[in-house]
T-cell receptor
Framework: GAVVSQHPSWVICKSGTSVKIECRSL??????MFWYRQFPKQSLMLMAT?????????EQGVEKDKFLINHASLTLSTLTVTSAHPEDSSFYIC????????????FGPGTRLTVL | AQTVTQSQPEMSVQEAETVTLSCTYD???????LFWYKQPPSRQMILVIR??????QNATENRFSVNFQKAAKSFSLKISDSQLGDTAMYFC????????????FGTGTLLAVQP
């Protein structure tokens, strides 16, 4: 299958700082990318859907000013957690697919964020 | 609302035995896709098997097979000859088109394969 990478794989930051997580599709053009959040022993919670060149669509309850998503190219999407607080500590996973309708999603390996 | 339900939070199976994980879903759509994903301790999501709703034949991938009952909206995963490497969290998921156009995940089943 296609490969999706995430960077960094883990990050520790101080409360109040901003953190950027990158998601890259390495061998295909990702028309659509998704960002998920996962708490320990829980399921994946979709945060937002981003289509290349368009503004991200956020799920209900997700603060778009806190979780900034940029999908500026067909191979790169970024998630910036602004003014991070300890409650933002979580595992963040991105996925990517080719096309805007159904197609298989390929998942990145995830990024563990710890906010002190 | 479109939902996916996994009623077994945890399951255990002996190595080489067979285990079945349950999943039910709710939708009024005719065209959709169903998936089983595996998330091992590394937390990398791995696609195990996929089923298109319009196909009557149950999908099979080596030791993994599904029992797709469209009328009952049931989509169970059978793992044959369980191996230690099958130990993982398993998520059932569905993809609906139209305005939804995203994966909806169940709550997961933690499977432990015992030696």
């Amino acid at each position: 299958g296609a490969v999706v990478s995430q960077h960094p794989s883990w990050v520790i930051c101080k409360s109040g700082t901003s953190v950027k997580i990158e998601c890259r599709s390495l061998d295909f053009q990702a028309t659509t990318m998704f960002w998920y959040r996962q708490f320990p022993k829980q399921s994946l919670m979709l945060m937002a859907t981003s289509n290349e060149g368009s503004k991200a669509t956020y799920e209900q309850g997700v603060e778009k000013d806190k979780f900034l998503i940029n999908h500026a190219s067909l191979t790169l999407s970024t998630l910036t957690v602004t003014s991070a607080h300890p409650e933002d500590s979580s595992f963040y996973i991105c996925s990517a697919r080719f096309g805007r309708s159904y197609n298989e999603q390929f998942f990145g390996p995830g990024t563990r964020l710890t906010v002190l | 609302a479109q939902t996916v339900t996994q009623s077994q939070p945890e399951m255990s199976v002996q190595e080489a035995e067979t285990v079945t994980l349950s999943c039910t879903y709710d939708t009024s759509e005719n065209n959709y896709y169903l998936f089983w994903y595996k998330q091992p301790p590394s937390r990398q999501m791995i696609l195990v098997i996929r089923q298109e709703a319009y196909k009557q034949q149950n999908a099979t991938e080596n030791r993994f097979s599904v029992n797709f009952q469209k009328a009952a909206k049931s989509f169970s995963l059978k793992i044959s000859d369980s191996q230690l490497g099958d130990t993982a969290m398993y998520f059932c998921a569905s993809h609906y088109g139209g305005a939804t156009n995203k994966l909806i995940f169940g709550t997961g089943t933690l499977l432990a394969v015992q030696p």
